[in-house]
Structures are given as structure tokens and as C-alpha cells.
């Protein structure tokens, strides 16, 4: 069974980094398109960033682009999303994705197409000072 549990969440301050680590267990990633997402207390669910698992293409949200990087690292089974210069707008719950179709991680559907697997419990970002 696909599952994915997110880490590397918590209380930074507007301006600071945090690396999310995202691990994968019953399955190897490498051959997956992957995807993080986010939702705000009260919004939707919106993609962040996605990466191709055939290339490594990669797609980001414009309001993080320069700032947020989605990474792998196939041997550890695990993806990452760096996001640096944060602000409090980036204050959510943060969950990842991995699919075999990279079209539906893609940050504009905002994980709606998304239906591999189910949504784990994610983890907190707070930025605030």
C-alpha cells in the first residue's frame, strides 16, 4: 500500500528556511511524479510544487517560485521541498504526493485529480514572529 508520511514542519519566522521531508514506504519513488501541497485553516488545498519522475521537471506555484526547491533522493526514499525566505502566507498544513500521471500533481489542480493515494496527515508550517 502507497503511503507517505511528511515531516520537518514547525514555528519559523518570516525571512527563515524549512526543509519537509516526505518518506515512502511500500513502494520506491523513483519512478513516480511527486508533489507537495498545502492548505490553510479555512482554504482550499493548493499545490506548491511537483516534480516528473521520467526527467525531473519541475513545477512550482508562481508566488514561491526562486524560493521553494522540490528535490529526491532515491536511495533514501524520500522527497523534500526547501522553502526558504518564508512568509506568513506559507502558514499551512504541508502534504506530499506521489502518482504515476505527473499532469495531476501539477500545482494548478491543486490535488484535486490526485487519487493514487490517500492524503496523510501532513506537516504543520507556522511562520510567524
Known amino acids: 500500500q502507497l503511503q507517505l508520511v511528511e515531516s520537518g514542519g514547525g514555528l519559523v519566522q518570516p525571512g527563515g528556511s524549512l526543509r519537509l521531508s516526505c518518506v515512502a514506504s511500500?513502494?520506491?519513488?523513483?519512478?513516480?511524479?511527486l508533489g507537495w501541497f498545502r492548505q490553510a485553516p479555512g482554504k482550499e488545498r493548493e499545490g506548491v510544487a511537483c516534480?516528473?519522475?521520467?526527467?525531473?521537471?519541475?513545477y512550482y506555484l508562481d508566488s514561491v517560485k526562486d524560493r521553494f526547491t522540490i528535490s529526491k533522493d532515491n536511495g533514501k526514499n524520500t522527497v523534500y521541498l526547501q522553502m526558504n525566505s518564508l512568509k506568513p502566507k506559507a502558514t499551512a498544513v504541508y502534504y506530499c504526493?506521489?502518482?504515476?500521471?505527473?499532469?495531476?500533481?501539477?500545482?494548478?489542480?491543486?490535488?484535486?485529480?490526485?487519487?493514487?493515494?490517500?492524503w496523510g496527515q501532513g506537516t504543520q508550517v507556522t511562520v510567524s514572529s
Open positions: 516534480t516528473s519522475g521520467v526527467d525531473g521537471t519541475t
Open positions: 511500500g513502494f520506491t519513488l523513483d519512478s513516480y511524479a
Open positions: 504526493a506521489a502518482d504515476f500521471t505527473l499532469g495531476k500533481l501539477m500545482p494548478e489542480y491543486g490535488g484535486r485529480l490526485y487519487e493514487l493515494g490517500n
